[in-house]
């Protein structure tokens, strides 16, 4: 069983940056394609980004946030610059146990192990 853990979330202005935290437990870490959604209230959870053999962005977020990941830490990161209001959503880390490359698969929650239990980010106008 794998646990995932985020941090990083707050509350911050428009055009501000954010840098979310996701530490994993388990000692295969590497070994997983790891991935960032998010979930507004009202709306269904959608896809942030991933990181398998090479790394994945919504349209919406890309040029603005960053995925990455450090394996001899068991984290993966999500760097967000230039926030709008509408990036406001709890945000979730996910582990699928195989690492990959597939750019629909990445996309697909269902796809994924394991989820963390989320961290809120609040972008104010």
């Known amino acids: 069983q794998v646990q995932l853990v985020e941090s990083g979330g707050g509350l911050v202005q428009a055009g501000g940056s954010l840098r979310l935290s996701c530490a994993a437990s388990?000692?295969?870490?590497?070994?997983?394609?790891m991935g960032w959604f998010r979930q507004a209230p009202g709306k269904e959870r959608e896809f942030v980004a991933a990181i398998g053999w090479t790394t994945y962005y919504a349209d919406s977020v890309k040029g603005r946030f960053t995925i990455s990941r450090d394996n001899a830490k068991n984290t993966v990161y999500l760097q967000m610059n230039s926030l709008e209001p509408e990036d406001t959503a709890v945000y979730y880390c996910a582990a699928d146990r195989e690492l990959y490359s597939d750019n629909y698969r990445v996309r697909v929650p269902s796809e994924y192990d394991y989820w963390g239990q989320g961290t809120q980010v609040t972008v104010s106008s």
């Open positions: 388990g000692r295969t870490f590497s070994a997983y394609t």
